[in-house]
């Protein structure tokens, strides 16, 4: 009898260390399988990160030559770059922002386009092209300031725009180059900084 009860307590014991090793085994596991989820979540999240700013880079690259053609006077070929920039608008993705950030973008997104629309079909009134790149300008800078950009950016500023209580544009470049005023000022107003 004691043979059989010293039998039996040893196998409970080989079979009970043999679940405590197994069970350890599966956290492990778990551990690494957690592990690789949440790298993978980690890269998905970058990859839309990056997805997102390359969009913006195509909004912005729309965004400096429309605003170039004003610069210019050519209130035609702002047409033309402004229909470009309502398709990059339209395009942009706003998934996986916070619930918050998405509302916003899309609210942006919705006024961008209206007055990338007014601004193509005023193709013969350039200053009714203007009075839209004003709320653009902003809507864009909005933009940028959510989502963020690899870009260097700065914000510029003329007092003398929108009936002169002043507006501010979005440029790549650190000098003025006046969309409001074009060539009979383009120098008129100032670099406010970069933003970003």
Not at 24 to 49: F, I, M, P, W, Y
């Amino acid at each position: 009898m004691k043979k059989v009860s010293l039998k039996l307590s040893s196998i409970l014991l080989a079979g009970g260390l043999l679940l405590l090793t197994s069970c350890g085994e599966d956290s492990s596991t778990t551990e690494v399988r957690t592990s690789e989820n949440t790298k993978q979540e980690a890269s998905s999240t970058l990859d839309e990160e990056s997805s997102r700013k390359d969009e913006l880079s195509s909004i912005l690259n729309s965004y400096f030559n429309l605003s170039e053609n004003l610069t210019n006077d050519s209130a035609i070929d702002a047409a033309k770059s402004s229909e470009d920039l309502r398709i990059a608008l339209t395009s942009f993705q706003v998934s996986n922002l916070t619930e918050g950030d998405e509302k916003t973008v899309e609210e942006i997104l919705e006024s961008s386009i209206e007055h990338a629309e007014h601004i193509t079909d005023n193709a013969g009134d350039i200053y009714h092209q203007r009075e839209h790149l004003v709320l653009l300008s902003q809507d864009i800078k909005d933009l940028v300031e959510i989502v963020g950009s690899d870009q260097k950016l700065y914000e510029a500023f003329c007092p003398m725009a929108n009936n002169d209580k002043g507006a501010i544009w979005i440029t790549n470049k650190n000098v003025v180059e006046n969309p409001y005023m074009g060539q009979s000022m383009p120098k008129c107003g100032k670099i406010n900084g970069e933003i970003n």
